[in-house]
């Protein structure tokens, strides 16, 4: 990115920009005014609970002249939030980010909030003074003014304003309409002069009230100095004219609340917003210039970058190493596995992945043994090349970073490094940061749409998600005696990231506290014996076998009522809400199979069984087979539940939540046993 800082000379311009009356009714009062009746406010049925409710949020962001700096963006916001609920407290505390790069800085030259309560039925109102409001600084780069309102309580109304002078033209501030609390009015104004191009993205789920826009001619007033004349002094020249600009107004209202629900990745990926990036600037008669960015300029940056491509070029340091690996394993298939093990074993992963560049660099990250993603998995394609495999470096957002946009080629949309390797006309994705990855099987936290390759001969996207599938089958062997006394033994294997994620859970914990915490979490039975097979072979499937046995027996007069899926079936819809807008992501895709023996005791017959059944999703997403089959004085249930998608769309999640209503009521039914 160009950091675009227009100065005294270049433009000789004081923007002015004013919205008229336009066509919706906005409730944005004057700051400070408030009334009784403001106090009063009805929610939404869908959003009755809320902690805070957003009564009003209104941006503008306009262009003017700062004599003597040049010309900047202005950013102004003004927002008032009623507390509702105890929890709605924290809506107190705000912050504003600012930037500072190559000596210029943002400033925040206006900074006014106040608190109103209703006491005895009048407003009394508090204001934000300095004592609540402190900076923090984030880094060299970014400072964030954090501030506090004061005196508030359940019930209070907050209002804040702030304004932003900014000398980055190309930081046109983006505006979200939606946050994790209703918001009953969102509005932002846009007045951008012909001047600059910049490209608009929207996303979110919600519909606009107003998304309009209108030509306009803004009026120029500039003051500025013209040098020293013949006295000696400064000569002030003033020049006014107008600029054709267009005036933005996007509107939405009564937004509801974005929640944190299952099998998302990031907030920021759902939430209703407007985003800008600058991608030209045409000046009549002073400037023309393009910062539009392709993905092939992006790509082609990245390979010539010091702190990227080129590093991996440079190869001694790990000369003897892989000349031992070559010796030791001639077939190809081997001498990969066996690279990819010495790195991984070699260069640990310190943790970080704020970014897709070296640190410290490679040679000193491979001789101090760790290093951050960028530097391990580099490492690892270098390692590849000179042994004369095609790899190359793949950059990716993680799945708590957010989804890249393919029509924004950014670098820093991108946070995570991982590898892709050919070998017998199939590409694979490899990590060397993740002890349990195996070729072709990424962390889950890499699971998160595409990334691009970096290649001279091949660039482009590729599909993170590929191959990626969690399997989980178990077998329970079940004996009762004539008092319906459970006892029993259970195998459960998993493979592919089923088997990652509690491999990890397990590493992380230590055996001893999963052990404790997987007894706590079946409370309703005896649990003994675990035993952990396969922990330390990630590529075996991962096994628990262990004993169960009831406290108390199961029948009821001559009868015996068993649930065959009470251990590890599914008890709870995941899916609370009844409706959904945004995707179902899992990642991957899933298949769990559970297979219950039975043995019927001696006098005792079947009485009732599940009817067997089977669903099917649409568009082969998903299905759902559940039979229930007497053999041998035996009773043996098998369910399997089949998710073929790692995303399922808004559109599908009505299907989805039923689907899994039907799971939870068929795993919940009972095998019936009579007394002969």
Request: glycine fraction near 6%.
């Amino acid at each position: 990115m160009h950091f675009l800082s227009i100065r005294n000379g270049l433009i000789t311009s004081l923007l002015v920009c004013l919205w008229g009356t336009g066509r919706a009714q906005s409730p944005q009062q004057k700051f400070g005014k408030i009334e009784v009746e403001d106090f009063s406010v009805a929610l939404p049925a869908s959003d009755s609970g809320a902690a805070a409710v957003v009564l009003f949020d209104v941006g503008q962001s306009y262009f003017e002249w700062a004599n003597g700096l040049g010309l900047r963006v202005n950013f102004e916001r003004h927002t008032r939030i009623k507390i509702l609920t105890k929890a709605g407290l924290d809506y107190a505390s705000s912050y504003v980010t600012l930037t500072e790069r190559s000596g210029d800085k943002e400033v925040l030259p206006t900074l006014k909030g106040y608190t109103y309560n209703l006491v005895d039925g009048k407003v009394e109102k508090e204001k934000l003074d300095k004592s609540g409001i402190f900076s923090e600084e984030l880094s060299k780069t970014i400072q964030r003014q954090k501030f506090t309102l004061p005196n508030v309580r359940e019930g209070s109304i907050i209002e804040f304003t702030y304004r932003i002078q900014s000398p980055f033209l190309w930081n046109l501030r983006d505006w979200a309409f939606q946050s994790d609390i209703p918001v009953l009015w969102s509005e932002y104004n846009v007045t951008i002069p012909d001047w600059f191009v910049y490209k608009q993205l929207s996303q979110g789920y919600e519909p606009f009230f107003v998304a309009d826009q209108k030509r306009a001619s803004t009026q120029l007033n500039m003051t500025y100095n013209n040098g020293q004349g013949r006295s000696g002094q400064s000569s002030l020249q003033s020049h006014v004219q107008n600029i054709p600009s267009v005036e933005y107004k996007w509107i939405m209202k009564e937004v509801p609340a974005l929640h944190e629900e299952q099998y998302m990745t990031t907030f920021a990926d759902y939430i209703a917003k407007i985003e800008f990036e600058l991608t030209g600037v045409e000046i009549p008669g002073q400037m023309t210039d393009s910062y539009a960015r392709s993905w092939a300029t992006l790509n082609k940056d990245l390979l010539e970058s010091d702190d990227f491509g080129q590093s991996i070029s440079r190869t001694g340091y790990f000369k003897n190493e892989l000349a031992l690996i070559k010796t030791q394993h001639s077939q190809p298939a081997a001498q990969m596995a066996a690279i990819f093990n010495h790195v991984r074993s070699k260069v640990k992963w310190n943790g970080e992945m704020n970014h897709i560049f070296l640190s410290n660099g490679l040679r000193k990250a491979y001789d101090k043994g760790v290093g951050n993603v960028a530097e391990v998995n580099l490492i690892l394609t270098a390692m590849l090349r000179e042994a004369g495999y095609q790899a190359d470096p793949v950059i990716l957002s993680t799945r708590s970073h957010g989804r890249v946009n393919p029509a924004v080629p950014l670098i820093a949309r991108f946070n995570y490094v991982v590898v892709a390797v050919q070998h017998e006309g199939a590409e694979f994705l490899i990590d060397a940061t993740d002890p349990l990855s195996m070729p072709d099987m990424l962390p889950f936290r890499c699971l998160n749409g595409n990334g691009w390759r970096v290649s001279t001969t091949r660039p482009g996207w590729v599909e993170t998600q590929g191959n990626a599938r969690a399997s989980l089958m178990t077998q329970a062997q079940i004996e009762l005696d004539e008092a319906g006394q459970v006892v029993g033994r259970m195998n459960v294997s998993s493979a592919g990231h089923a088997a990652m994620i509690t491999r990890s859970a397990i590493l992380k914990e230590g055996k001893d506290e999963f052990t404790d915490a997987f007894v706590k979490k079946h409370s309703d039975w005896n649990v003994s014996n675990l035993a952990i097979s396969n922990l330390e072979q990630a590529d075996e499937a991962l096994k628990l076998e262990y004993d169960i046995a009831t406290e108390g027996g199961m029948a009821t007069g001559d009868m015996i009522y068993l649930t065959p899926m009470m251990l590890e079936g599914i008890t709870e819809n995941p899916f609370k809400s009844e409706a959904r807008k945004f995707p179902v992501d899992y990642g991957m895709t899933s298949e769990k199979v559970h297979i219950v023996s039975i043995n019927i005791p001696e006098g005792y017959s079947v009485e009732e069984m599940p009817k067997p059944v089977l669903v099917t999703l649409p568009d082969k997403g998903g299905k759902f087979t559940y039979s229930a089959t007497v053999m041998n004085n035996k009773v043996q249930v098998i369910s399997k539940v089949q998710l073929m998608k790692p995303m399922y769309f808004g559109e599908e999640y009505t299907y989805l939540r039923e689907f899994y209503n039907m799971i939870v009521a068929k795993h919940a039914e009972q095998v019936v046993l009579k007394k002969n």
